[in-house]
């Protein structure tokens, strides 16, 4: 991995980290808010446990 590709990566997950909060900010409550997050793919990115679904056939 190159330092660019690092540099590119962390900016990423700063980015999710910053989306993630503003979902947070707008949800009307804790389910709401983790359904939000799991919708748009930003679980991980605020240590929700992600089960991912079984691959389709």
Known sequence: ?????DVAQAAHQNDQRTAARV???HATGVEDCTELLGMLGLGRAVGL???DPPPRR
């Open 1 to 5: 991995m190159t330092d660019a590709h």
């Open 23 to 25: 979902v947070a900010s």
């Open 49 to 51: 446990l992600v089960v």
